[in-house]
């Protein structure tokens, strides 16, 4: 059957892209008469519908461990409030909220089904980073928009007055992306995801493609002024390094983060540090986070209930979800990230093996990429409470995407960790959690 442009699992990939910048961008913000017509909503089926098309033609088979996991997660943030606050009401709105959730994992995995595909979504995704990044700019020197697209933050507050010596301005989207932290982790993982689009000895077309777009998204995270997202390069940096020249990479790349740390205090003006007002509070936030999962370790507080137990959100999306699902309902959603971690290590690892069909050895640079850009994630994730947002499940569809290629071209059955991902899962709770409890300790909490 012929693919024109008018076939339908085209259609439901330029459907999947609209609804990607529709809830990126918010025009919903900007025109509010909108919300009252639930246009996300109404994309989103529309959208799923057409997307069958894709799956059936593609030949999707529903076998990626990370979908069934977030099957599982969905189910069990409902059960959360279910059983936590004995609130069915509550429950059905925590399950229609994940399963839009779970709606972005579909249509991204069952349309995005060729490399040309991956690659124009990155294409998008990248688009929008230097748009919101320009209104930033442009908020920031002109005064267009200055309220919406930047945050005024105070520094250096009189201890005695409270008078603030002077502010920082950082830039912003709108929607989900309103907080420049938010907004920070979205630019770095568009930066890693730029990896999928590089070709070898393409330097015309790479410095078009990766390396401009690359460095106009490097300044939008400068002018985040976001630590958590300005961390997360330097752990690029350390991937690409250690990719290159192997332990000797880790050593230079510890003298590259150093530094940029240094730089980072200097430039932006907001260093690290566990006593400043804002790091104490987010550590507050960990220790009641942690006394929440001790009182209810089975469901948590439910899905979505940390701020009716502290004054703010737990600025960590590891304590988040514990607080909120219990140790179970964590270990399902960190088990999305750690088996995607290791099963895009291990399809990279067999695409680069001698003798492998063109189709194998392409998806090299994607599977580096994508683990790059979960990497991103999982870093920037330490500074947010961003467990269940779009831009996690875009990319969780972009893992699934992945070994979907890589399962056609017979590469998914090399392609077997040498870690199980239930054991490295387990210890990465135990990893995560004990450094949270370490912090918390050093600060004085408990």
Known sequence: MRRGALFPDSMGFALTLLYIVITLMTPMEVLPGLVEYRVALVLMVITLLASVFSMLSSHFSFRARQLHLVLALTAYAAASVLFALRWFGGAFDALLEQLFLTGIVLIVAWNVFTIARMRALVYVLVAVGIVITAQGVAALTTDYRREEFTFREGVDADPTTGVYARYNYRIRGLGFLNDPNDFGQFLVIDIALLGCCWKQKRFARNALVVILPGSILLTGVFLTRSRGAILALLVLVLLLLKKRMGKVGYVIGGGVAATGMIAMTALTGRGLSTTDGSAAGRIDAWYAGFQMAKS?????????HFTDHNPITAHNSYVLCLAELGFPGFLIWLAIIVSSLLELNALEKVAAEPGQPAEVAELRSIARSVFAAVMMFAVTAWF?????????????GCVIAVTELARKTGAMEANRPRLSWRVATLATAAATLSAIYAIVRIRGAF
Not at 296 to 304: A, D, T
Not at 384 to 396: K, P
């Open 296 to 304: 209810s370790p089975l469901f948590g507080v439910g899905y979505g």
């Open 384 to 396: 947010l409470s961003r467990s269940y947002s779009g831009i996690f499940f875009i990319l969780i």
